[in-house]
């Protein structure tokens, strides 16, 4: 089964289509002729790596191909299962929250830090009013949160710090079951559908890289730098390849002046380079 599960995800990520499986068999997310596969979110990941993909070729002499998988959770076992080298979508508590899930063998590394991307509460297609407090002081909201555990655990957070909802049972890590809702409504959603669902709803908490990817520009609320610094955006790889020359080119090179840059020129405040 679990071949079966691999063999699958790797399908789902196009890490290896069929010519390519032909011509160029990848092991532990490297092809024959050299080529390194980075598993990525498009939006800002995958541009960023796409932009330091030719920094790697021309001063590490490193070719890597970015695979864009914007469904996340497929992310972390094609790297685990050696379909890709390193994936970069993730902060640094969903990473450790995958690896509890899983064997020793699967679990991954972070090697590098790269960026932090605030997470924000966005008008929907039921809200009424202009401003912000007479959004979110409507009763009976119907507010959507992601699905998963650590980013659902971050937008409840900042629901509270809006005055929203209460968390009636505080731990480290909390989900929707351990809030005081105020007669509001929830809905948990996939990551990757929040924004295509706004009409649906009230407000909706997404996730930086979604927002940006879904053109969203003005949200009515996003976290504290502070909170924000907690969730920076991490390279992860298979722990025996956290040493290796290539991982610490990619990490080398990720953490440059010219990425802080491009960063800065292309996103502006919506995603900031952790230096």
């Known amino acids: 089964m679990k071949r079966l ?158 005055g929203i909802i209460t968390v009636v049972n505080d731990k480290e890590t909390i989900s929707v079951d351990d809030c005081d809702w105020q007669g509001h409504q929830y809905r948990e959603v996939s990551a990757s559908l929040l924004a295509s669902s706004l009409n649906d709803v009230d407000i909706a908490v997404i996730p930086g890289n979604y927002a940006l990817l879904a053109g969203l520009k003005e949200a009515l609320a996003t976290e504290d730098a502070e909170v924000t610094r907690k969730y920076a955006n991490v390279v992860a790889v298979r722990a025996e390849n956290a040493d290796s020359d290539i991982a610490h080119a990619i990490a080398e090179v990720l953490k440059s002046e010219k990425v802080a840059q491009f960063i800065e020129d292309t996103y502006g405040d919506a995603v900031q380079f952790v230096a």
């Open 5 to 162: 599960y691999v063999f699958a995800l790797a399908v789902c990520l196009s890490v290896v289509a069929v010519f390519a499986a032909a011509c160029n068999p990848v092991t532990d997310g490297i092809g024959k002729d050299g080529t390194v596969y980075i598993g990525a979110t498009s939006v800002p990941h995958a541009e960023i790596l796409e932009f330091a993909k030719e920094i790697l070729q021309q001063e590490y002499n490193i070719k890597i191909e970015v695979k864009r998988v914007d469904e996340y959770a497929l992310l972390n076992p094609a790297t685990s299962a050696g379909d890709t080298f390193a994936n970069y979508f993730q902060h640094g508590i969903y990473l450790d929250e995958y690896n509890r899930s899983v064997g020793e063998s699967d679990k991954l590394v972070s090697i590098c830090e790269v960026h932090v991307e605030p997470l924000g509460v966005y008008k929907g297609g039921k809200a009424t009013g202009e401003s912000v407090d007479e959004i979110f002081s409507k009763e009976n909201l119907v507010i959507s949160v992601t699905n998963d555990r650590t980013n659902q655990s971050r937008a409840l957070r900042l629901l509270e710090q809006l």
